[in-house]
């Protein structure tokens, strides 16, 4: 039984409405599948789609799903039903999920599927749970098939930032380099002169522990007879009369 989605607000009434933001440099340029008309817009519109979901810097060759990129290709496929196959890829799993909490995850993935930040740490508690139930699988699918993105991208639309306040894009972020995952990497690693490294040596010294043996009183301890029942024959006589030799009578 799956727990249900618990409840969160926007942060300001201003998420609820459009942005009347003049267009510039930083404006996005919007991708959709039915402004291509050649394979060339296809390409354009696959990149797109890849440099929204991973870093920029983290697209390489070995990442890529030609599986994916070819049922595109030939619209078998909507761009929505795309992006939710990149986001279960393992490529996606090794560079965002594997290395980050799930608040981190829910940030990364709220910013780069519905192209928004997190309002609240409300909503990362809510979309946690979730991870916690329903797996990564369960957490994506909810995301894509949400009234948001359908409200936001459809299915043909490759999804975008939608507001830029300030810092750097969302798809320009390095999930990497995360507190968490900075945290994680600084604790492992040796560092001379910490005193954690004094511990460890003190804690690796074999100490063989010193036994205490009971008191051993005289009155306890039974002294042998070694006294003899008879002479024996042959005996030399002293003839000192301080010696302790035997006299013979």
């Known amino acids: 039984m799956s727990i249900p989605m618990l409840a969160y607000k926007p ?19 919007i991708y959709r599948m039915e402004d291509c008309v050649d394979e060339t817009d296809l390409q354009e519109l696959i990149w797109a789609v890849y440099r929204q979901l991973f870093s920029e ?3 390489l060759k070995q990442f890529r799903q030609p599986a994916l990129e070819s049922q ?3 619209r078998a496929i909507t761009v929505r039903d795309f992006v939710r196959g990149l986001a279960k890829t393992q490529a996606f799993y090794t560079l965002v999920v594997e290395t980050n909490s799930n608040y981190r ?3 990364l993935c709220l910013k780069r599927i519905l192209g928004r930040a997190q309002y609240s740490k409300d909503e990362e508690i809510a979309w946690s749970i979730v991870i916690a139930t329903k797996g990564i699988g369960g957490f994506i699918d909810a995301l894509v098939d949400s009234e948001e993105y359908q409200n936001a991208f459809g299915d043909n639309t490759v999804p975008y930032q939608r507001r830029r ?19 994680k990497q600084e ?4 560092k001379w002169g910490d005193v954690n490294n004094f511990l460890d040596m003190a804690r690796s010294i ?17 002294i042998p007879d070694t006294t003899r029942d008879n002479k024996p024959e042959g005996t030399r006589v002293s003839i000192n009369p301080v010696a302790t030799f035997p006299a013979r009578k």
């Open 11 to 29: 942060s300001s009434q201003n998420q609820r409405v459009r942005g009347y933001e003049v267009p510039n440099e930083d404006t996005p340029y």
């Open 57 to 59: 810097h983290e697209i």
């Open 72 to 74: 595109v290709k030939n």
């Open 105 to 107: 995850v829910v940030e």
């Open 165 to 183: 306040y300030k810092d750097r894009p969302f798809n320009l972020v390095t999930p990497r380099y995360a507190d968490y995952w900075r945290n």
């Open 187 to 190: 604790d492992s690693r040796y």
């Open 206 to 222: 074999k100490i063989t522990p010193v036994i205490e043996k009971p008191t051993i009183l005289t009155a306890n301890i039974k």
